[in-house]
């Protein structure tokens, strides 16, 4: 089994920046994929950002150009950085870690982006 943990939401003025954590502790040997989606009140989950084993990564066009995502295979940790935030990127963040056969899901943390 693998256990995946966020950190790092709240609120944020518009403009502002915000960094998210996330953990993936247990069985972590066969993890390939990790990355993050969110879920805005009302709306369906959207993926915001992934990123392989190997390094390669992949944004929604919503994000591209204000966010990265990085990571560290030795800790299995994955980080979401958020530039430039709008209104409309009010969501819970949930960290994913996929390995050969399941996906696994954080709790979700909160982002308010608001004045």
């Known amino acids: 089994q693998v256990q995946v943990v966020e950190s790092g939401g709240g609120l944020v003025q518009p403009g502002g920046s915000l960094r998210l954590d996330c953990a993936a502790t247990g069985s972590t040997l066969d993890i390939y994929d990790m990355g993050w989606s969110r879920q805005a009140p009302g709306k369906q989950r959207e993926l915001v950002a992934y990123?392989?084993?190997?390094?390669?990564?992949n944004y929604a066009d919503s994000v591209k150009g204000r966010a990265t995502i990085s990571r560290d295979n030795a800790k299995n940790t994955v980080f979401l950085q958020k530039n430039s935030l709008k209104p409309q990127d009010t969501a819970v963040y949930y960290c994913?870690?996929?390995?050969?056969?399941?996906?696994?899901w954080g709790q979700g943390t909160l982002v308010t982006v608001s004045s």
């Open positions: 994913f870690a996929v390995d050969r056969t399941r996906e696994f």
């Open positions: 990123s392989t084993r190997s390094g390669s990564t």
